[in-house]
């Protein structure tokens, strides 16, 4: 059974989650800030966490930066902001999903599923990709640009994997938000744009090989 922990200062919205998870078979744990979250993480081996920004003691996002020192869990924030900065800081901090609050609770669940599901990838095989100076090893899981490792949140290794994988193929935004987050009813052209800006940037001078299809998505072209 997974165990999902969920982090929010509002009672009720930790009630509703958490009835709508157990529901769905997982194990729910409760923090109503920062610091609690972070002492449920001590001691409990969590999945998933469902993690609001705006709380007393310690904010989310702290709470997330401290967590992923240690452990690289899965985490989907909450926000009653829906800011492109705070998003962008969040997916900086190797956040998976951010949604903004008020929310459907079946919506959350969709996401923690899809969410989950990726992180228990089929074995493939040796897969490595070689242009000039950029290196892409998808079985060991790394970019190299120029001899140097690229700094890639998981997010951007799945976002290029998958194009990589699928080079040449136009991909439209929706096909991406279905195959790399794993959902596409729930998604939003901008959260693939946002990811697709930052891959960009780590890839340098090599960036050119995303190309933008105007008013449709994006391919790998080598």
């Known amino acids: 059974m997974n165990k999902i922990l969920i982090v929010d200062d509002e009672k009720e919205i930790r009630n509703v989650l958490k009835e709508y998870a157990e ?5 729910v744990f409760e923090a109503s800030d920062g610091f609690e979250a972070i002492k449920v993480m001590k001691t409990t081996d969590i999945n998933l966490i469902i993690m609001d920004i705006m709380m007393p003691g310690l904010d989310g996002f702290s709470a997330v930066k401290e967590i992923k020192k240690t452990k690289d869990i899965p985490t989907i924030m909450l926000s009653a902001r829906g800011e492109e900065y705070d998003k962008l800081f969040g997916f900086e901090l190797g956040v998976d999903d951010y949604v903004t609050k008020p929310f459907s ?13 990726r992180k228990t990838p089929a074995k493939t095989a040796h897969e490595k990709l070689i242009l000039g100076g950029l290196e892409i090893d998808i079985a060991g899981r790394t970019v190299t640009v120029d001899g140097k490792k690229a700094d ?24 991406l938000l279905a195959d790399v987050w794993g959902y596409d009813f729930f998604g939003e ?5 946002t990811h697709i800006k930052m891959l960009r ?18 391919k790998f072209e080598e």
Do not use: C, Q, W
């Open 23 to 27: 529901f769905n078979g997982y194990e």
């Open 105 to 117: 609770p079946k919506e959350i669940l969709a996401r923690v599923a899809a969410i989950l599901k």
């Open 152 to 175: 890639l949140t998981p997010k951007e290794y799945e976002l290029l994997f998958y194009l990589v994988r699928n080079k040449g193929i136009a991909m439209s935004r929706e096909k």
């Open 189 to 193: 052209d901008r959260t693939v744009d």
């Open 201 to 218: 940037s780590n890839l340098g001078s090599y960036r050119e090989h995303i190309i933008t299809l105007r008013g449709l998505g994006y």
